[in-house]
């Protein structure tokens, strides 16, 4: 008997577990691929969107007198008020910027990858800031790996590691207790992520 209740109890915690999980899910809503690629020295993208804070505006500006490492200017303004003022290194290939949208809670997140790097940014009201929630160069990868911030077309939100055959994802979940993603290592084996991805 004890078996029995302590198999349905893990049938409804493992399908309470499957719901709660199946709610949430992403769109990307933007995508701009590698856009600096088509920029002048000193020329700027510009882009503002809708979020329930306000008008987001993005300005990434190519600079041409700066050193390598700071090639790259990335400002965001919500309300006129600019919330992050950061500095990315010249690339091969340019920088992609995309807008991945958490269809549970509204929420927007935007990403801006390389292939060396990929973040995802978040705005965090409480801080009135832009910031880093997924930086690749936190999670293990092989040397090399270009690396992929994006929805899938099932709607999850994953990080991509792609070199050659060798293929490794990251699943990430919000977790509103925190206020931060969780996440999960999928591990190796995947079909390439531009197959997958929205």
């Known amino acids: 008997?004890?078996?029995?209740?302590?198999?349905?109890?893990?049938?409804?915690?493992?399908?309470?577990a499957t719901v709660c999980f199946a709610a949430e899910s992403y769109q990307m809503t933007y995508e701009a691929?590698?856009?600096?690629?088509?920029?002048?020295?000193?020329?700027?993208?510009?882009?503002?969107?809708?979020?329930?804070?306000?008008?987001?505006?993005?300005q990434i500006?190519?600079?041409?007198?700066s050193s390598s490492d700071?090639?790259?200017?990335?400002m965001a303004w919500l309300n006129d008020k600019k919330i992050t003022d950061e500095h990315f290194p010249k690339v091969d290939y340019g920088y992609t910027f995309r807008v991945i949208k958490n269809i549970s809670t509204s929420e927007q997140f935007y990403v801006l990858q390389s292939i060396e790097r990929a973040c995802l940014f978040g705005y965090v009201p409480s801080a009135n800031k832009l910031v880093v929630y997924?930086?690749?160069?936190n999670y293990a990868h092989e040397a090399g790996a270009y690396p992929y911030i994006v929805a899938l077309k099932n709607g999850d939100l994953v990080l991509a590691f792609e070199k050659a055959g060798n293929r490794?994802?990251?699943?990430?979940?919000w977790d509103s207790k925190a206020n931060w993603f969780g996440y999960s290592d999928l591990g190796m084996g995947w079909t390439s992520v531009r197959k997958d991805k929205q």
């Open 1 to 16: 008997m004890k078996k029995c209740i302590a198999f349905v109890l893990s049938l409804f915690v493992m399908a309470f």
């Open 33 to 58: 691929n590698n856009f600096t690629e088509e920029l002048k020295n000193d020329q700027a993208f510009s882009e503002t969107f809708t979020t329930p804070y306000g008008p987001l505006k993005f």
């Open 61 to 65: 500006r190519k600079l041409w007198q």
């Open 70 to 74: 700071n090639r790259l200017h990335f």
């Open 134 to 137: 997924i930086d690749s160069q």
């Open 168 to 173: 490794r994802r990251y699943q990430f979940t």
